[in-house]
């Protein structure tokens, strides 16, 4: 009996080394321009090219202006970061959606829009919040500069082998709980490290309640628990969303990948590493009081003092509150909000803004 993580994993192993790392092939890598330019470097310097170019799609998103995106990039290192990406690209012939293109966004909100991210694939970028994709039934994970490299020369990667774990929501969410809430709950109850070395599957009513954004939002804040990724079964509603998609399987082709599809999940009787429950109905809208995801609290709550603190986190919690102005013990809920920020691969999609903006 195996879990969804390892259905995918195990079918795209090509060697294994004993005691060491899998060498994984890779179905799909998104390249952006903050971490490619050495990676591109290195194939020149070895006389390589991209072995399987049609597997890589590259946009720019970490350095191009929200607004005046007609003019130059005023920054003289963000210009060059965007303009070494469209020379790599068209150099070794990668799909490139650069600024002015229709396409051009977030590389994790793109690829799953245009139906680019499917389920049952292994998904790399060089980019930690990579797990994004994981929402779709796939495994997906942040890779470093060297493996970018790895993975445009031979459309594989070497990397040891994850533990499995799974997060049960079981139960109905309450009013006004969203994504966000859910992650912020979890990372609160198993810390920002109690995922380390492990790929989580995310299951329960609550889960299969979600809207495919939501589920990206969930998957997405997986590493800031310390998780390799996370993934959720793929359902009805995965294969709504991309069905019709400008790179989603057509005709013939989808009937056989949506056989395909709706094999993938974990066994009854699979066995994971480590398996977490949690009731919805405990989960309430949250907010953070400090500088990392951990330190959040129910919005009505009050910020811990700071004896119910573990002593190793006491200098970083005086810090976030210096940082924040905050008080220990202090209610938060009322205070007035300075700035709202809308836009990362966490909240930037156009569903995130429509339901921002029923608010006001």
């Excluded at 991209?50 to 920054?75: G, M, W, Y």
């Excluded at 329960?204 to 959720?232: D, P, Y």
């Amino acid at each position: 009996m195996n879990t969804l993580f390892d259905k995918i994993w195990d079918t795209h192993v090509v060697t294994s080394v004993k005691g060491g790392p899998d060498q994984l092939y890779i179905d799909r890598h998104y390249c952006h321009e903050v971490t490619s330019p050495q990676a591109f470097n290195e194939l020149r310097a070895r006389n390589l090219k991209v072995f399987r170019p049609e597997r890589t799609t590259c946009s720019p998103d970490h350095n191009i202006p929200t607004l005046n995106q007609d003019k130059p990039i005023a920054d003289p290192v963000s210009r060059n970061q965007v303009e070494t990406l469209a020379t790599n690209a068209s150099e070794f012939g990668l799909a490139h959606y650069g600024l002015g293109n229709e396409k051009n966004g977030i590389i994790h909100v793109i690829g799953p829009e245009y139906g680019l991210t499917q389920p049952g694939m292994t998904i790399v970028c060089g980019d930690s919040h990579t797990s994004t994709h994981g929402a779709f039934g796939a495994v997906a994970f942040g890779i470093g500069t060297s493996e970018v490299a790895m993975v445009l020369a031979s459309q594989c990667i070497l990397q040891p082998k994850p533990k499995t774990m799974r997060i049960n929501i079981e139960g109905k969410l309450s009013p006004g709980v969203t994504a966000k809430d859910i992650a912020l709950f979890i990372i609160s109850r198993m810390t920002t490290g109690g995922a380390t070395g492990y790929f989580v599957e995310y299951a329960g009513e609550a889960i299969r309640s979600l809207s495919m954004e939501e589920r990206m939002t969930v998957c997405n804040l997986s590493i800031e628990m310390g998780a390799r990724g996370g993934l959720i079964a793929p359902d009805e509603t995965t294969f709504g969303y991309i069905k019709d998609k400008e790179f989603a399987p057509k005709g013939k082709d989808w009937d056989k990948a949506l056989a395909y599809w709706k094999t993938l999940y974990s066994d009854k009787d699979a066995i994971f590493d480590k398996e977490v429950t949690f009731n919805a109905a405990e989960i309430s809208p949250r907010i953070t009081y400090g500088t990392n995801p951990g330190m959040g609290i129910a919005i009505d709550e009050r910020i811990p003092l700071e004896e119910s603190i573990e002593d190793s986190g006491k200098i970083s919690f005086r810090r976030a509150l210096s940082y924040m102005d905050f008080s220990a013990g202090e209610l938060l809920m009322g205070k007035k909000i300075d700035y709202v920020f809308l836009g990362s691969c966490t909240n930037g999609r156009i569903e995130d803004f429509r339901a921002f903006a029923n608010l006001v």
